[in-house]
């Protein structure tokens, strides 16, 4: 860990007393003029430090502005999130992320910023990503898999949203397919996946997250109002989003693993187990038709199994569902 973690290390588990400039100085192994340039360091990243002439240091309260430093503090990852930048203002994480995975950012690389101007859904759709209100954070992930396994990656995500989601904020999430996140059907969060790829191999991926944490409904944009929701909303209090992140980074990372051991299968089962409408009746329609069916549960390749009226089973890759409740399309 840098000198600067092991310091908020050593700060954190004192609270309650007054350490040093000595002591820190031994520890750290650093000078006191060094400890003391920390300090400030620390402060302009939100922590308010009391320093006590004789005494020594400690910390009066956390930052809660986001920050790297103030992510990778108590970050659980072996590898996921060791590099991650953070930024107050971007247009879209995702545009970052393309740029650092051709400079070659390592796998886990995580880009974070407290707001997009131009934040981006799928099909060329914007996002709305205010201001210290939600996540909006890309991965860039460089999976040993053939582009056609890519949708996995992006059900994979799906299935860690929706179990910190469960775990943390105690509500019911549901994975409206291929790739929403709902909660009393309204939607909350949303995954976008690009990748950059050969014939036979993925280069890379940058999988986009965005989560609704801190939003009251009423200030969501007319147009999205009556289909999204925050995490606030779905609770009743304000959520601390740098310890969201740290949650979903370790069960990404941890989900991931499992992947690679044991295949897509035990993200299969998860993902069917919080699936929207699965084994519910809703209306399909493609070009040509438009019918019942029922929603079955999903394959490796990213498509939507269905069973027919006459006990037919189809995949779908595309098509418009449905789905009821609100009018949600
Ligand atoms: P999507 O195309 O499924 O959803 C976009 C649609 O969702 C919009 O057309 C709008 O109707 C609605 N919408 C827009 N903003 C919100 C919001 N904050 N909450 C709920 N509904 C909304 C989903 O695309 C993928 C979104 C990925 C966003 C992340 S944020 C970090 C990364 N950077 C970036 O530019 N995009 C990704």
Excluded: C
């Excluded at 203002?89 to 707001?115: F, R, W, Y």
């Excluded at 460089?142 to 949203?161: C, E, G, K, M, Y």
């Amino acid at each position: 860990a840098s000198t600067r973690m092991k310091l908020i290390n050593l700060l954190e588990n004192n609270r309650a007393e007054y350490i040093s400039g000595q002591e820190l100085s031994n520890q750290l192994d650093i000078s006191r003029t060094a400890v003391w340039k920390h300090m400030k360091q620390l402060e302009l990243d939100g922590y308010q430090i009391e320093a006590a002439p004789r005494k020594g240091y400690r910390i009066i309260s956390n930052p809660d502005k986001v920050s790297q430093n103030t992510l990778q503090w108590g970050l659980e990852t072996k590898w996921m999130g060791k590099h991650l930048h953070h930024y107050d203002q971007v247009n879209s994480t995702q545009d970052i992320g393309h740029e650092l995975a051709k400079e070659g950012a390592p796998h886990g690389t995580v880009i974070v910023a407290d707001e997009q101007l131009k934040g981006k859904g799928r099909k060329a759709r914007s996002w709305h990503s205010k201001k210290g209100e939600g996540i909006w954070m890309s991965i860039i992930l460089r999976p040993d898999l053939a582009p056609v396994q890519a949708p996995q990656i992006t059900l994979l995500a799906a299935t860690v949203l929706a179990q910190v989601l469960a775990v943390e904020g105690d509500v019911e999430p549901q994975i409206k397919w291929p790739n929403d996140l709902l909660i009393d059907h309204k939607k909350v969060s949303g995954i976008l996946t690009e990748m950059q790829a050969e014939q036979d191999h993925i280069q890379y991926i940058v999988i986009g997250i965005g989560m609704n944490v801190n939003q009251d409904g009423s200030k969501f944009p007319d147009d999205i109002r009556y289909k999204a929701s925050s995490l606030k909303e779905s609770t009743g209090h304000a959520w601390d989003i740098t310890k969201l992140i740290q949650k979903i980074l370790k069960k990404f990372e941890h989900t991931y693993e499992v992947f690679l051991k044991e295949g897509f299968k035990p993200i299969k089962l998860t993902w069917e187990h919080y699936g929207y409408r699965i084994d519910e009746t809703v209306t399909i329609s493609t070009m040509k038709k438009k019918w019942k069916a029922t929603l079955v549960g999903i394959e490796a390749d990213g498509a939507l199994q269905i069973r027919n009226e006459d006990g037919s089973h189809e995949k779908l890759y595309s098509a418009e569902i449905e789905w009821g409740e609100g009018g949600y399309h």
